[in-house]
């Protein structure tokens, strides 16, 4: 059995080695808070407040770091974990927005969630910190809060370890440190792919979606809706934050990580490509030319006649092979089966294609 | 596997003369790092993001030598410097450094040359290489025996016996191993290693061959102080000179890496990060160096002062180097500034007292109130602790530190909350930033102060917790130990932040 175990608050645990002290605290529901730590990344260390008490360390160690050895005796929770927990939520606050209700404008803020369960040390006076935004970034989507960073490069080491990209990087250092990328460029003038997953995994909306933010209404007041993207075939899972009273998507924010095939990622479409839903110039009803070329709203079975028509048309003229079809790579497997059916059985072609095919 | 290409970003945004726009991507094109990342890489080290602007030190030592109406009298003149943390010239206060000129280092106060000193700074420095010698007689285990008989402790400001780092790194079954002098010294108060490469340089040399041929390591890197160009040198030409003498092993490397000022590198891992062309943000231990250190393989990383102490350890016998100490084992260079006639660095037995290396540095300039015995980290002892043995144990009794011995000696005109936030101010701007508490906590320690001496009674209100978390929670030694100059400051001197008080 390649298993070993530990004692966790005094109950014995077996985990698998490499597992990490979190890991296996999860593995009997012992909830240890964490906020610069995402399964998914290489854990940092930076934040600090998952110290845990181990048996024969001097000082308390991270639980996202710190590997399970066999026979660790480890606590969770006591006084001094306590403390360094709401030592922790008062620090961290004391160098962000203090007022909740503006800390959480618009996407959620783990500080304030944790405080709710764990406390705080009270309130310290909030430090003036030299952090630097990027005033002078351009790009259209992501809009960094330098106000609100608490420096857990959780964006950077998303961008660097997840993406692949490394557009942007922990810059400076101590009080100074900020987020940046290469000579305070605008994104859209780095290796960024705008896949906005710097703003998903932030924990205090430091990055945060810019039209979101323009638009005014917390993320917490708006109702989540999963669907499918349908941009590509992959298959993504992403949730549409509707404004139900205005009837409104938003923006679009990914599932957690761990919950869905897209495991918490989205690529630049899925998640900012979605303002044609309410442009003023979408099409949400079949149009069909009059004799005098003026388009007109027509019914489905009436748009469909005529494009039976006209295509049937060309084959009487033409013959079959005077016709091509080619498929999205929006449509799914199923969608684009049905077409190349469409395209030899009903019109007698083999001239069909998909634009992912290539 | 790290990438060596990595490893040349430092150096050539140093060649590109520091960071201006562009500089990142010519980096980038060259080493094949992400242009953001060599960005990230070059803010954080002052001398790159900022090569040509001279330094006026705001240390302690400089503070009480007037470093205040010097920095006052340049910014009224519009002339362009910036203020350092500390510019390892404590000895020649107020100290001020430029990155283009030649500064020259006066002659430093010595201990007088005797044969019952294990570096004995004021000797002279010869090619005899006899402890070289009797490590090749005698083997590795001979070696690392002799150390452990020594009882000689890391001399940076950990106090960690070398032996065990020694036989650490003998033990690893991988082959690829290294060797890494720890020369960026900037503790303040601390001049010390500056010293022993100056004047016994080949005693490190020495050193270092011990180290290389016992541990079996055939590349030495040599870690100097971006600000210490002379001291880089002065290595580099004993390392020379013993190579034409024919006294070192012909499969050993010698490579020597500037630093680019971050006072954090002087952390081993900080150091190592530095070495691998990234932010030197101390790592995660364990994995400790002699295990997983430069480029991941199994390192000795020594100070200074600490592998100048192996030749005369393995010449005369680990038991002589033992019975030199007092308290503890073997000589220790001691560093004295501030209000004394006579700074410098004095090699003495180890746990001497303030008082006996007073009468060394010429007593006091003025009446004795408080002292720092080991640097910024160790906080302040008052007058009346003058007796205490400065060792490691000792000092850690009273709630100080030996640290790297950077005693800095205070008079009765200091006001302790202004000694308090020059410390501060030191720790807040050389913290690497990496963990919340030391970056955050050493913004609220200094915050507070500043207000506190604009008269807000409060502000020190919540000291106590944040010094708490910081000294629980920091990743490595700085965050941990920096509040701890305003704790001793509170504690020892409550009179004089109860008088801001009432005033």
Redesign the interface.
Known sequence: MNEQTLTINGVTVVYRPGETILEAARRIDVDIPTLCHDDRIEP?????IC?VEVEGSR??Q?SC?SKAQPGMVITTESP?VS??RQ??L???M??TVSDRTIAEDANPNRLFELADVHGT??V??H???PRQGRPLDVNRFIHFREDRC???ALC?RYC?EIEGV????????????TI????ELSLTD??CELCGGCIAVCPTGAMTEKAALAYGKPEKELEKIRTTCNFCGVGCQLDLNVDRAANRIVKVTPPPPGTTVNDGNLCVKGRFANDFIHHKDRLTEPLVRDADGVLRPASWDEALDRVVEGLQGVVTRHGPHSLGFVSSSRCTGEENYLFQKMSRAAFGTHNIHQCAAT | MTDRRREEVLIRIEHAGGLTAGVSNDVHVGTGVAEADVYGVATFYSLLKHPNEVRVCQGLSCHLAGSGEKIDALSAADTPFLAAACLGRCDEAPASWDPRGKNSLPDVHLTAASDDLSINLAGVDSLSYTGLTAARDNGADWVIDELEVSGVTGRGGAGFPAHIKWRGVANQSVTERYVVLNADEGEPGTFKDREVILKRPHLVVEGLAIAAHTLEAHDIYCYVRGEFGAVRDALKAAVEEATAAGLLDDDVAWHFVDGHGAYICGEETALLESLEGRRGMPRMKPPFPVEAGFRGAPTLIQNVETIATIPAILARGGTWFRKLGRTEPGTKLYCVSGHVPRPGVYEAPMGISMAELLDMAGGVTGTLKAFSPGGASSGFLPASMINVALDFGSLQKVGSMLGSAGGVVLNATVDMVEAALVQAVFFEDESCGQCAPCRIGTQLVRQALERFRRGDADALEHIDDIAWGMQEGSICGLGQAAALPLLSAMKYFPDEFQSRVSS
Do not use: Y
């Open positions: 940092a260390a930076a934040c600090r110290l000082l308390m991270p770091h001094r403390r360094n030592f922790s008062s620090l961290h004391a160098d040390a009270g310290w006076a430090v003036d910190s608490i420096g857990c950077t660097d490394t557009a942007i990087t922990l810059a400076h250092r101590g009080a100074l440190t940046s990328t290469a000579d780095t290796t």
